[in-house]
């Protein structure tokens, strides 16, 4: 399997090992390693934490993955009611605990929210807040409800949600980023928004303030606008991919933001002073949309070799419950 997506991207740039609940595969060492190995750029493990959590030394075992390895944690919420709902259980002690342990090993997260409305929507303020106090987080990514796989007592009329409300409660229901620092990523405008923002400490400050107006993206024509900046430009557009998470982006951001004059940066810009907030939204069966298909960045990889659309993976292509699979974007 790893062998297909190097043969298909040379040098791939962001490979998520994903399941199931992968962090249980027997070989998954050896399969990071392999990833490593084959000049993956940057892997990152999908997992809801309970072993993290409840193996005292595991997260410490983890971070000797580092450098170009990241935890993608399952945090859907912060009340008992929302993750009742959408997971069938209780998980905030898992959280705390999970948290903390990687907080200890000092292990690069990001945490990883499925939104539903009516559920959890009115919760995105307190997770990013949440998300800020850790260290060790790397940023936020909220994804819309999709209707596929488990998603007991889903009702489309009540409970979906797209990008456009997602990106407006971020706005509304925290106070860092506003209307310009949630820009559409510019291969796939419709299915993919990103923010950046510099930390200190527990504050984050928007990336897009330290830029000239005439230097953003704007959503209407959804290019950049400085087309006598052709560098920049191609900077910027480099560090709105989705290829550009982990360490990668801090070393893009840098670049861009040396360039600019009057800019105060970080002594050193590493990835801990990086804080990422994403929305990236799938393909459903109210929403499919073939153009929408052919614009996918994330792709699963099948034991068979195939490289297959997210999207129509989980529609069309998706095994027996608790095949394990790598997710590449």
């Not at 292990?107 to 307190?126: C, M, P, Q, Y």
Request: glycine content about 6%.
């Amino acid at each position: 399997m790893l062998d297909t997506l190097v043969a298909s991207e040379g040098e791939p740039d962001l490979l998520q090992i994903s399941g199931g609940e992968p962090i249980l595969h027997p070989e998954l060492f050896a399969i990071i390693a392999a990833a490593k190995r084959r000049n993956v750029r940057h892997v990152m493990l999908n997992t809801n934490g309970i072993r993290i959590a409840t193996e005292p030394d595991f997260a410490a075992r983890l971070a000797e993955c580092m450098p170009r390895f990241e935890i993608y944690l399952q945090f859907d919420a912060l009340s008992r009611s929302a993750l009742q709902t959408l997971r069938g259980a209780d998980l905030r002690r898992i959280h705390a605990m999970a948290l903390a342990s990687l907080e200890k090993a000092g292990l690069s997260t990001t945490l990883v929210a499925t939104v539903r409305k009516g559920v959890n929507d009115r919760e995105i303020g307190d997770v990013l807040r949440h998300a800020a106090q850790w260290q060790c987080v790397r940023g936020v990514n909220f994804q819309p409800v999709q209707d596929a796989g488990r998603n007991e007592g889903f009702a489309a009329d009540r409970n979906r949600i797209v990008l456009s409300e997602i990106r407006r409660a971020i706005l509304d229901q925290w106070s860092v980023f506003g209307e310009d620092d949630m820009i559409p990523l510019p291969c796939n405008p419709e299915a993919i928004s990103i923010g950046y923002g510099l930390r200190d400490g527990t504050e984050i400050r928007p990336v897009t303030r330290l830029f000239p107006q005439d230097m953003l993206v704007r959503e209407a024509p959804n290019s950049v606008t400085f087309e006598s900046h052709p560098e920049m430009r191609a900077r910027l557009i480099e560090l709105l991919s989705l290829s550009c998470a982990g360490q990668r982006s801090a070393g893009v951001l840098q670049e861009i933001l040396c360039c600019l004059p009057l800019v105060e940066l970080p002594a050193e810009l590493g990835y801990d002073k990086v804080f990422r907030v994403t929305i990236v939204s799938f393909l459903d069966r109210f929403n499919f949309c073939l153009a929408g298909v052919k614009r996918s960045c994330i792709h699963f990889i099948t034991p068979g070799g195939r490289i297959i659309p997210f999207d129509t993976y989980n529609m069309l292509h998706r095994p027996r419950p608790g095949s394990a699979s790598f997710l590449a974007g």
